[in-house]
């Protein structure tokens, strides 16, 4: 059983940065293929940026490519997601997943295990 916990979310004005973390208790995170997520109000959950457990496969979604990074630190048990330049409709609640195996990314069922979410606003 693997726990995470997202942490690093908060209120921005447009064009600023923010950098969102998820933090695994339970197991280490070494092995497992880790996405982020988020979903506004009204919206289903979209996919944000994936990361291999290598750290060699990384994709992300059309919306967000050039201006988000996602990253991992195996040995802190952590994966962040730094976010740059950020627009309102980036508003949304964050989570960070966990896939045992490699998922197809950018479908939130492949994910075993899910966070709580942090809210990110960014304001106009």
């Known amino acids: 059983q693997v726990q995470l916990v997202e942490s690093g979310g908060g209120l921005v004005q447009a064009g600023g940065s923010l950098r969102v973390s998820c933090a695994a208790s339970?197991?280490?995170?070494?092995?497992?293929?880790m996405g982020w997520f988020r979903q506004a109000p009204g919206k289903e959950r979209e996919f944000v940026a994936f990361?291999?457990?290598?750290?060699?496969?990384?994709y992300y979604a059309d919306s967000v490519k050039g201006r988000f990074t996602i990253s991992r630190d195996n040995a802190k048990n952590t994966v962040y997601l730094q976010m740059n330049s950020l627009k309102p409709e980036d508003t949304a609640v964050y989570y960070c997943?966990?896939?045992?195996?490699?998922?197809?990314?950018?479908?939130?069922?492949?994910?075993?295990?899910w966070g709580q979410g942090t809210q990110v606003t960014v304001s106009s």
């Open positions: 990361i291999s457990w290598s750290g060699l496969s990384i």
């Open positions: 339970g197991r280490t995170l070494s092995s497992y293929f």
């Open positions: 997943a966990a896939a045992r195996d490699r998922p197809t990314y950018y479908n939130p069922q492949g994910y075993d295990y």
